[in-house]
């Protein structure tokens, strides 16, 4: 995790970052400058999960061919609410509340 907060603190922008998406790969965040981003925590096990993933897909049907982007990090984090894999998490999200915006590795935290 130091490494992490290294390159936190040396950051100016969320376009400086590299994240893991869902199946591993790696995704230069500058790839979405000039876009209007919404970086979202989600966990499939929240009691605010369903009214959460269907706004969030209705927003994203909304606004994605006007330069808007969603990127979604699932994190178990909050009381242990998001305990799948990636795989299930992406399965879940896009079966039933048809995600199509990106869903990124599932982050624990960062612990300082």
Do not use: W
Not at 32 to 53: D, E, P
Not at 64 to 81: V, Y
């Amino acid at each position: 995790f130091s490494s992490m907060a290294a390159a936190a603190s040396s950051a100016s922008s969320v376009h400086d970052f590299t994240v893991k998406d869902a199946s591993g790969k790696d995704v230069d965040l500058s790839t979405y400058k000039g876009k209007v981003l919404l970086i979202v925590n989600v966990a499939s096990q929240c009691g605010l999960t369903n009214s959460n993933y269907t706004e969030l897909a209705q927003l994203y049907e909304k606004y994605k061919d006007q330069g808007f982007e969603i990127l979604a990090f699932p994190c178990n984090q909050f009381g242990g609410q998001e305990p799948g894999t990636n795989e299930e998490i992406v399965q879940f999200a896009c079966t039933r509340f048809k995600a199509e915006y990106p869903i990124f590795d599932k982050t624990f935290g960062l612990q300082l």
